[in-house]
């Protein structure tokens, strides 16, 4: 067995996703869930949303992240509520539904599209083009090569930023 190693640019609960303790981050996020503060429930529901859909309950899912776009939107909290989007898009692509994943993906491009971080809207942007190139391989061929170029071209720029925001810390 290898023991895991600790990246100290990770919280907890996304290394235990990384190391594959799945049952420990769904165990941790039930046990945080309406303990602490809002913002820590939004981040629950996100990662109940995403184990629900890995395992293909498809329903809890859906239930998780709107709970997580509800409580967002009173939070007043536009990141959470583009990630929520974009965990409501990623069950209805589970669901085999792509247009409806299509609608939640562009609203949550369009709100990060309003993001000030410059490397969390290339790395998410990134990712969310990614997700739309996913739906679209089957449909539109063509749009779904330009959303994977424009991806990875965003994939790059985001390892670019990091490259140097790295090298800005050790100066």
């Known amino acids: ?71 967002s939107k009173k939070l007043g909290d536009r990141q959470g509520e583009w990630m929520a989007l974009t965990g409501l898009g990623n069950v209805e692509k589970s669901r085999g539904r792509w247009k409806e994943a299509i609608t939640y993906y562009r609203q949550a491009l369009n709100m990060l599209e309003d993001s000030q971080d410059l490397a969390k809207l290339t790395q998410s942007g990134a990712i969310l083009l990614g997700n739309l190139a996913n739906v679209w391989r089957y449909h539109k061929p063509d749009e779904a090569l330009q959303l994977a170029t424009a991806a990875l071209e965003q994939f790059q720029t985001f390892s670019s930023l990091t490259h140097v925001e790295r090298k800005t810390r050790q100066l």
Not at 13 to 21: F, K, P, V
Not at 59 to 70: G, P, R
């Open 1 to 71: 067995m290898v023991a895991p190693e600790p990246q100290s640019d990770k919280e907890l609960h996304h290394q235990l996703g990384l190391w594959g303790y799945y049952a420990e981050q769904e165990n941790l996020y039930n046990a945080l869930l309406s303990k602490i503060d809002f913002p820590i429930d939004t981040v629950c529901y996100n990662g109940l949303g995403n184990i629900a859909d890995s395992r293909g309950e498809l329903d809890k899912a859906t239930h998780y992240h709107q709970q997580h776009l509800e409580l």
